[in-house]
């Protein structure tokens, strides 16, 4: 064993570096953990989305449902397509609703109720086969490795076989996830003996625990359980199991009334692009804290190799090769790396666990999904987050490693000549056009997000060019500012200068981080001031009802003295997507309450629109769809269903939503084959007290359903800030990261400051003015890089606003530079970075100045 | 005049006790040029450390008696922020490492001291530069200048402030013997010219025999040759 004399050496060395091991370690531990973090929530969330949008039977092709909400999927109508021989038909009935014990609401959120014929399934050729069935839901069209693992535990299809057969045998028990269970029961505060029931104090069945990610918010019983428990609830759609033919589709087809259609479910919907882009944001938000990450693994390793310079080189004077040296070197950061991932993989998942109802919060503002508990693959994990970890600390540790080569080749570290400096310089300034050049060529000519995410790396790159390029001059520029009658804060300020050559990988991080922060912080600050003033604007009323079905509020105000005005909605299928037609009152009051982003210069505008001679789009519409003002566009009437051509008259900001959206006049819309959920009330207090009355006596719930618009708004940005709580998270998180690698930067600086340190303090300067100098010092490097940060962190948020968020959402808001808020995030960033860097100063000023001379003579 | 009384100072070293300064006396007047001379470990730093403030005594004293500032000071009781102010105006030091700030250029390194102390006598730091040879040299870098060169910035700088007392940690370890030669001779020469009192460490007897007066230290005693 060739390798083992410096081996020994190596573990020995531990006892004098144990600080600078424990700074790798947790640079390794914070990447690893902040990445298994995100890819157990994006894991989480694209799990709970799937079952959102899948089945709980495998094979389900197709569905049929009710072309409007109007007249909806009955009874009679399953029945009458059985009686005609289409026997592969299951039917389904949903409802969303709390679960009761002793009238004391037990859950936060309403839980699906979801009812399926288990009769007609289990009696379907295919249920024989208990492996075709017994695959859990979500498993049916991933392709994760979580979800690959998951597929293989055939004593878990074993359950799920079983329960189904449960459910259709024995007809008292319902399936649920654990973790649901374990949250009513929580809840009950009763360990045993509890009782669970509807809000009407009807028993739910026997609930049985179910280990199905699939599961997430739902409670699944057979259906006739379900009409027991809520009489009043309907069919959803009828499920087409197992491959049928094109011949019995078009069978199928035939035979269905009028308002019932044939869906496949094949087509990917726009919200499953949504969470694409959610995913992709948060894995960007993930591997922009990775890369930070790394950067202090980069330090830190600098940190490590630093301390064993003196004897790494007697090593060598004793023949050990270099090549020895690297290669045990190299080994002991895979060991390393392996040990920070196993413990950076167990933290994540507890990181996600915390972070998990910011997540719930998150998706359920954004796309209108309740999120469950997702099932994480620890060993697949471990593997996706040592792979790139080892990836990243094996390419972070190439620039210590070959600094190392260089001082172990000379005997001293020579400055670099003037024509080194120069091929440097020119290097730095190409890197600079060459990132500028790509992020503009890719920025004009892509659409494809995940490019526009290399755009946007690309455009940060370019900034930490342009500021390496420029750290020399900026900082003679901030050293000729200083009063010559301070002596101290010029020498430090020239120290600086020299030290900028020196931390260039740390205030690049730091750079990144702010840019990011600068970046995201405008981004919301921006959306956060356009919501507030769309919001603002368009709740021109004074109450809202939020009411989906009978009775109609418009029927029960009558005579109460409000005024209603009616939010009819249809959705249609326009060029293959499902948009959404809404009904807009065309009054003086509510023409004054909408919000454009552009409309036709035409005074008739309001006149046309009013007369149906035109529609209001909004964004998602215009963008998603690439349509302008003034074009024409075919849309069935809302009423009648003839299809006629609107020219486009405005389009609207509508900040948000997931939908393209059409406005059209109420006057078009026919209440009764229309879906109605919001009305818009105006009244004094006496008449809304009325309307409250009235609401109470049809049996409705005005304390959560009739809502003051103050407090609308105030829910609205109550349910903002939490979509983006988890952003503010990671860019804090960042934060911290970029000024650990500082101060992993200056530990290292520290030796090679020590002797002017030192001389500086032999001339009776204090130890603790010392210190100010330093912090100074480090300082005055990251206000220019948060000066350079600046610009492009504006440019930053322009993109993610005008490019990424128009790519993945189709609209945009306007762009609201705030002055104040980037003073504030200057002063928050230097803040972080100086509770941070304060921390090896003070530990090295708090040595005797004694010390200090006799380390350095 | 600095007045050293019976100086005691011990180390503890893998659990023995050391005594390394036993009872040292020595009065320093303005002007004087004295050199101390000893083995490697006999102490010499540790003493000029002591007169430099920056360590403290076992038992003994150090009293300063400068009318100027504090009449009878003793320097072993000075809390951290005296033992600054000291530093600032009343001593100047010189290591065998020149420890010159490399970013900053000559006549900047030679009149920080002098900035910080507040005391800036521009004629006189030209007349310093003038008499240590480098005055060619203010604005190049202390990279730019040879060993020799450098150590004669530090002399400068060590004096710039106009220290009553210049403290010299074997100034000339680092230096070839003729520039070893010069540098010392100049150092001596310059002290004599201000009235500046100089306490010189050296291992070289060819550089002590330039001073008035040679001290050997010597199992902690002190005694004069």
């Known amino acids: ?857 | 005049m600095f007045h050293i009384k019976k100086l005691t100072k011990s180390y503890t070293d893998a659990g023995e006790k050391r005594t390394i300064l036993n009872n040292v006396s020595l009065i320093i007047a303005a002007g004087d040029s004295i050199s101390i001379q000893g083995a490697s470990g006999s102490g010499k730093s540790t003493l000029l450390h002591l007169l430099a403030a920056l360590d403290k005594p076992d038992a003994g004293s150090i009293e300063l008696s400068n009318a100027k500032l504090n009449s009878d000071s003793d320097i072993t009781q000075f809390s951290e922020k005296q033992a600054d102010n000291y530093r600032r105006f009343q001593v100047g030091l010189i290591f065998q490492k020149f420890n010159l700030i490399d970013c900053i250029s000559v006549m900047e390194n030679v009149m920080l001291p002098a900035k910080i102390s507040g005391k800036i006598h521009a004629e006189y730091i030209q007349e310093l530069l003038h008499s240590l040879g480098i005055e060619q040299h203010v604005n190049k870098l202390p990279n730019q200048l040879s060993g020799g060169e450098q150590q004669r910035v530090a002399i400068a700088r060590g004096l710039a402030h106009k220290p009553p007392l210049l403290l010299a940690d074997e100034p000339t370890g680092n230096l070839d013997s003729k520039n070893s030669d010069l540098v010392s001779q100049l150092l001596v020469d310059t002290c004599k010219q201000l009235n500046t009192a100089l306490v010189m460490v050296t291992h070289s007897e060819k550089v002590a025999l330039l001073t008035q007066q040679q001290w050997y230290l010597d199992d902690g005693r002190l005694t004069q040759i």
């Open chain 1, 1 to 857: 064993m060739k390798h083992w004399p410096f081996i020994f050496v190596l573990i020995n060395s531990y006892r004098n570096s144990k600080f600078s091991l424990a700074m790798l370690m947790a640079s390794l531990i914070i990447a690893a953990s902040g990445l298994s973090a995100v890819l157990v929530i994006n894991s989480s969330a694209k799990q709970s989305y799937d079952n959102e949008k899948q089945f709980l039977i495998p094979n389900i092709n197709a569905t049929i449902v009710a072309r409007t909400p109007s007249k909806k999927l009955s009874k009679q109508d399953y029945a009458a397509l059985r009686i005609q021989g289409f026997n592969h038909l299951v039917a389904v009935a949903q409802t969303r609703q709390h679960v009761y014990s002793n009238q004391n609401k037990l859950s936060k959120r309403r839980i699906d109720f979801t009812g399926i014929d288990t009769f007609s399934l289990i009696t379907l050729p295919l249920f024989s086969k208990p492996q075709a069935l017994s695959q859990p839901k979500a498993l049916s069209k991933t392709t994760s490795a979580e979800q690959k693992n998951k597929i293989n535990t055939t004593e878990e299809q074993q359950l799920t076989d079983s329960l189904l057969q449960q459910l259709s045998f024995n007809k008292a028990t319902a399936i649920l996830h654990p973790q649901l269970l374990n949250n009513l029961q929580a809840a009950a505060d009763v360990a045993d003996g509890i009782i669970f029931t509807t809000k009407s104090e009807r028993a739910l069945p026997e609930l049985v625990a179910l280990e199905d990610a699939a599961l997430g918010n739902d409670i699944i019983m057979d259906i006739s359980q379900l009409f027991r428990l809520y009489p009043d609830a309907s069919l959803t759609m009828l499920l087409v199991v197992g491959e049928i033919s094109a011949k019995q589709q078009s069978a199928l087809q035939g035979a269905l009334p009028e308002h019932l259609q044939f869906k496949n479910t094949e087509k990917t919907s726009q919200n499953s692009e949504l969470t694409n882009s959610f995913h992709l944001n948060l894995m960007a938000m993930a591997l922009l804290m990775f890369v930070v990450c790394l950067f202090i693994v980069v330090n830190a390793v600098n940190l490590l190799l630093n301390g064993r310079l003196a004897w790494l080189k007697i090593c060598r004077q004793l023949g050990i090769s270099r090549l020895q040296l690297f290669t045990v070197q190299l080994l002991e950061i895979v060991l390393l790396t392996s040990l920070a991932s196993a413990v950076g993989v167990f933290l994540g998942i507890e990181l996600a666990k915390l972070a998990s109802p910011s997540v719930q919060a998150t998706l359920e503002n954004l796309y209108q999904v309740q999120v469950g508990f997702g099932q994480v693959s620890i060993t697949g994990l471990l593997l996706q987050v040592l792979g790139i970890c080892l990836v990243g600390s094996v390419c972070a540790i190439f620039i210590p490693l070959s600094k190392l080569n260089h001082q172990l080749a000379h005997t001293k570290d020579l400055p670099l000549s003037f024509t080194q400096q120069r091929f440097w310089k020119r290097i730095i300034w190409a890197s600079f056009v060459f990132f500028a050049s790509l992020g503009f060529i890719l920025l004009h000519n892509v659409q494809e997000l995940w490019l526009l995410l290399v755009a946007t790396a690309c455009v940060i790159l370019s900034g930490c060019s342009l500021l390496l390029a420029n750290y020399p001059r900026s900082l003679a520029l901030v050293q000729s500012i200083i009063p010559t009658r301070y002596p101290l804060l010029q020498v430090s300020a020239k120290q600086s200068l020299a030290l900028s050559g020196k931390t260039k990988i740390a205030c690049c991080a730091f750079f990144i981080a702010a840019t990011s922060n600068i970046g995201m912080n405008l981004m919301v600050d921006s959306f956060r001031g356009a919501t507030v003033g769309w919001l603002d604007q368009r709740l021109a009323a004074d109450y809202y009802v939020y009411n989906s079905g009978e009775p109609k509020i418009t029927e029960l105000a009558q005579g109460t003295g409000v005024n209603v005005y009616q939010r009819l909605e249809n959705y249609v299928q326009f060029k293959g997507q499902k948009i959404q037609q809404f009904s807009y009152p065309t009054d003086k009051f509510n023409q004054q309450a909408m919000s454009f982003y552009e409309n036709s210069e035409s005074d008739r505008l309001w006149e046309q629109f009013t007369l149906g001679e035109g529609v209001l789009v909004n964004q998602q519409f215009s963008f998603g769809l690439n349509y302008e003002i003034g074009d024409t566009i075919y849309l069935p009437h809302p009423t009648t269903g003839e299809t006629a051509s609107y020219p486009i008259l405005g389009i609207i900001y509508d900040f948000g939503s997931p939908y393209a959206q059409v406005l059209m006049p109420i006057n078009m819309f026919d209440a009764a084959k229309s879906k109605s959920y919001i009305y818009a009330i105006q009244g004094d207090e006496s008449a809304i007290v009325r309307l409250r009355e009235v609401m109470l006596e049809a049996g409705l719930d005005p304390s959560t359903q009739l809502i003051k618009t103050e407090d609308l708004l105030a829910m609205s940005m109550q349910a903002f800030d939490n979509t983006f709580v988890i952003t503010d998270g990671l860019n804090v998180v960042t934060l911290l990261v970029a000024a650990l690698s500082l101060a992993c930067a200056i530990i290292v600086l520290m030796n090679d400051v020590r002797p002017q340190n030192m001389l500086i303090r032999s001339m009776g300067v204090s130890a603790m003015k010392t210190q100010l100098l330093a912090l100074f010092q480090y300082l005055q490097l990251c206000l220019v890089a948060l000066i350079f940060a600046t610009p492009f962190g504006i440019l930053l948020s322009w993109i993610l606003i005008f490019d990424i968020n128009y790519q993945a959402f189709s609209w945009t808001y306007p762009l609201i530079i705030n002055p104040l808020k980037i003073i504030q995030i200057y002063a928050t960033s230097l803040l972080v970075v100086t509770a941070i860097i304060a921390i090896p100063i003070v530990r090295a000023g708090r040595k005797p100045l004694i010390e200090d001379i006799r380390w350095v003579n």
